[in-house]
T-cell receptor, first 113, second 114 residues
């Protein structure tokens, strides 16, 4: 059973526009959420995170929104740049556990010049 | 100055062989992990060690045995390799199990079983 779902395997966006990547989860024990970015032949790189006590966290061009009632989070990238083209993984961590991450299957973002 | 390094990057071997993947982190982290990325691209936790002690062991066949000689190293030994073991294996580390600290990943080891 997939506790973290990224229903869009791919997304294409024009350079300069906003990219919105979505993630849904089912486990109400998740209290910390992260986004990782992954280039081919490299490991995932931490991008931004949000604790369940917040509904928004911003870092430069990247903003993560959390809607706990809907069990949904999203990553906004604005403006999108060609270097942002990568696979983006949503991950979540449950309270009271040994803190391992549960990952979604990723969304391939392509930013077109 | 790589933070989390895994060797080898690629590993091609025959079914039935025994192989090891090494992982080292120079971040001073207390906790290390092994994840497996399967053909559907999900990254799934296999093991977690905190200060050389096993704290997570998901439902992984006992042909997989992690070894942590010190808190900077977590190696993965696999006995009697099977076709289904073909995957990319990622090592990761974090400062500690508690608190909101992101995990840092190595670049992965692509294991191919012939």
């Amino acid at each position: 059973d997939q506790q973290v779902k990224q229903n869009s395997p791919s997304l294409s966006v024009q350079e300069g526009r906003i990219s919105i990547l979505n993630c849904d989860y089912t486990n109400s024990m998740f209290d910390y959420f992260l986004w990782y970015k992954k280039y081919p032949a490299e490991g995932p790189t931490f991008l931004i995170s949000i604790s369940s006590i917040k509904d928004k966290n911003e870092d430069g061009r990247f903003t993560v929104f959390l809607n706990k009632s809907a069990k949904h989070l999203s990553l906004h990238i604005v403006p999108s740049q060609p270097g942002d083209s990568a696979v983006y993984f949503c991950a979540a961590r449950a309270s009271g556990s040994a803190r391992q991450l549960t990952f979604g299957s990723g969304t391939q973002l392509t930013v077109l010049p | 100055d790589t933070a989390v390094s895994q060797t080898p990057k690629y590993l091609v071997t025959q079914m039935g062989n025994d192989k090891s993947i090494k992982c080292e982190q120079n971040l001073g982290h207390d906790t290390m992990y092994w994840y497996k990325q399967d053909s559907k691209k999900f990254l799934k936790i296999m093991f977690s060690y905190n200060n050389k002690e096993l704290i997570i062991n998901e439902t992984v066949p006992n042909r997989f045995s992690p070894k942590s000689p010190d808190k900077a190293h977590l190696n993965l030994h696999i006995n009697s390799l099977e076709l289904g073991d073909s995957a990319v294996y990622f090592c990761a580390s974090s400062p500690r199990t508690g608190g909101n600290q992101p995990q840092h990943f190595g670049d992965g080891t692509r294991l191919s079983i012939l």
